[in-house]
């Protein structure tokens, strides 16, 4: 059974960093899309990075593009998402979520790409 648990949430201050993970158990990562999600109350979950592995292209969302970096241990079966100066609109709970391989034109970073989703962390930056 596929399963994904992510940690490293918390509060930080703005400009701050910090690191999410995501460790995943029951499938080979290589063989899968991977990304990160986020979600405010109120609104819809939004794709902010992810990675196809079966041709190592990435995307990154306009609001974390040069800030955040995703990225993966295939060995390890783990993700992560490095986020570097934050801002209090990155104030959400982030998901990690594996998908089965793309097919040709199917949109990478979206929801219903993904079948599989950790738990959720919470990420809240304010000082």
């Known amino acids: 059974q596929l399963q994904l648990v992510e940690s490293g949430g918390g509060l930080v201050q703005p400009g701050g960093s910090l690191r999410l993970s995501c460790s995943g158990s029951?499938?080979?990562?290589?063989?899968?899309?991977i990304g990160w999600f986020r979600q405010v109350p109120g609104y819809e979950r939004e794709g902010i990075s992810c990675?196809?592995?079966?041709?190592?292209?990435?995307y990154y969302d306009d609001s974390v593009k040069g800030r955040f970096t995703i990225s993966r241990d295939i060995a390890e079966h783990t993700m992560y998402l490095q986020m570097n100066n934050m801002k209090p609109e990155d104030t959400a709970v982030y998901f990690c979520?594996?998908?089965?391989?793309?097919?040709?034109?199917?949109?990478?970073?979206?929801?219903?790409?993904?079948?599989?989703w950790g738990q959720g962390t919470q990420v809240t930056v304010s000082s």
């Open positions: 979520a594996a998908g089965p391989k793309l097919r040709a034109n199917q949109p990478m970073c979206v929801v219903s790409t993904f079948g599989w």
């Open positions: 990675i196809n592995n079966s041709d190592g292209s990435t």
């Open positions: 029951g499938f080979t990562l290589e063989n899968y899309v």
